[in-house]
């Protein structure tokens, strides 16, 4: 670390991850497991979100479920993609 750099707290992270649900246009919102973690749990999700993502090499099909629907998306028709877009 040099003299320019500060360590960064866990109070840090969630305080910069809970800033996202105050952006009231954010629409799309691609995560790793701990930060969305942080966020729903302190009851920080952004008003209306078109699309989630929980971004990660061991995310399972049912973890992206289960993640789109604790931020009140409707997973009836979700899809699985997987390649390149």
């Given at each position: 670390?040099?003299?320019?750099?500060?360590?960064?707290?866990?109070?840090?992270?969630?305080?910069?991850?809970?800033?996202?649900?105050?952006?009231?246009?954010?629409?799309?919102?691609?995560?790793?497991?701990?930060?969305?973690?942080?966020?729903?749990?302190?009851?920080?999700?952004?008003?209306?979100?078109?699309?989630?993502?929980?971004?990660?090499?061991?995310?399972?099909?049912?973890?992206?479920?289960a993640?789109?629907?604790?931020?009140?998306?409707?997973?009836?028709?979700?899809?699985?993609?997987?390649?390149?877009?």
């Amino acid at each position: 670390m040099t003299a320019g750099q500060a360590r960064s707290s866990p109070q840090d992270a969630t305080t910069t991850t809970a800033l996202l649900a105050d952006l009231a246009n954010l629409r799309y919102l691609a995560l790793g497991r701990q930060q969305w973690t942080t966020l729903l749990d302190h009851g920080k999700v952004p008003p209306a979100p078109a699309a989630v993502r929980l971004a990660g090499d061991d995310v399972t099909f049912d973890d992206a479920l289960a993640l789109a629907s604790r931020v009140g998306l409707d997973t009836g028709d979700a899809l699985r993609v997987a390649g390149s877009l």
